[in-house]
C-alpha cells in the first residue's frame, strides 16, 4: 500500500531533550516536506526537499533540522526542544514537488514539558 | 503561489450538496487550483485539481470560472463523515527546483449535520 509513516505517533519529551521525528514513504517520491500544525493557524511548511541531499527552508525553520540521505526517509531532528514547538507534525511527499498532489502521515502529537 | 479566501465556515445539511467556495482573483494562467480536506486532526486528503475545465471525480466536482478568479468545490450528496476543514490552494503544476515552498491557509471548516 502507498503511503507515508511517521513515528512515533504520539511523544511527550521535556526541553532540551533532543528527539527525532521519522517519515518515510514507499512511493518512490522525489518532494518530501514537514509541516507543523497549531490550533488557529493551520498548516505551516517547516522544511522541504526537492531530492536527495538536497533540502531547503520553509516558513517556520527555526529550531528545526533535516535530513535526506535516501530518498524514502526525511527525518525531522528537534536539537533542544522546547515548549514552543509544542504541535501537531505532519509529513507529506508528492512525485517531485507541491505543484503535485502531495500525500500526507497520519501525524505526530508532540508535547514539550 | 497566488493567494486564495475562502470563508471560516459552512454548514450543511446530510444528504444535500455542499457547495464550497473559493477566491483566486490573482491566479496566473499556469496555476492549477488543488483542494484538500483534512478530518479532525487526519493528515490533509487530496480530493481534485483543475486548470480551467470543470473536474469531477468520486470525491466531488470543481468547478471554475471562464476568468479562473473563482472556483467551487461541490460534494454533491454530503455525510455526517464530510465533516472537515476543506483547503483551496493554487500552485503551478511544473517542476520547478526553486519552487519547494507550500503553504496552505486557514481553509473552511466544513460541519455537516443530520
Known amino acids: 500500500e502507498a503511503q507515508v509513516t511517521q513515528n512515533p505517533r504520539y511523544l511527550i519529551t521535556v526541553t532540551g531533550k533532543k528527539l527525532t521525528v521519522t517519515c518515510s514513504q514507499n512511493?518512490?517520491?522525489?518532494?518530501m516536506s514537514w509541516y507543523r500544525q497549531d490550533p488557529g493557524l493551520g498548516l505551516r511548511q517547516i522544511y522541504y526537499?526537492?531530492?536527495?541531499?538536497v533540502t531547503d527552508k520553509g516558513d517556520v525553520p527555526e529550531g528545526y533540522k533535516v535530513s535526506r540521505k535516501e530518498k524514502r526517509n526525511f527525518p525531522l531532528i528537534l536539537e533542544s526542544p522546547s515548549p514552543n514547538q509544542t504541535s501537531l507534525y505532519f509529513c507529506a511527499s508528492s512525485p517531485w514537488g507541491p505543484g503535485e498532489t502531495q500525500y500526507f502521515g497520519p501525524g505526530t502529537r508532540l508535547l514539550v514539558l | 503561489d497566488a493567494k486564495t479566501t475562502q470563508p471560516p465556515s459552512m454548514d450543511c445539511a446530510e444528504g444535500r450538496a455542499a457547495n464550497l467556495p473559493c477566491n483566486h482573483s490573482?491566479?496566473?494562467?499556469?496555476?492549477?487550483v488543488y483542494w484538500y480536506r483534512q478530518i479532525h486532526s487526519q493528515g490533509p486528503q487530496y480530493i481534485i485539481h483543475?486548470?480551467?475545465n470543470n473536474e469531477t471525480n468520486e470525491m466531488a466536482s470543481l468547478i471554475i470560472t471562464e476568468d479562473r478568479k473563482s472556483s467551487t468545490l461541490i460534494l454533491p450528496h454530503a455525510t455526517l463523515r464530510d465533516t472537515a476543514v476543506y483547503y483551496c490552494?493554487?500552485?503551478?503544476?511544473?517542476?520547478?527546483?526553486?519552487?519547494?515552498?507550500?503553504?496552505f491557509g486557514d481553509g473552511t471548516t466544513l460541519t455537516v449535520k443530520p
Open positions: 490573482t491566479i496566473s494562467g499556469n496555476e492549477y
Open positions: 526537499s526537492m531530492n536527495v541531499e
Open positions: 483543475g486548470l480551467k
Open positions: 512511493m518512490n517520491h522525489e518532494y
Open positions: 490552494i493554487v500552485r503551478v503544476k511544473e517542476f520547478n527546483t526553486n519552487a519547494g515552498k507550500s503553504t
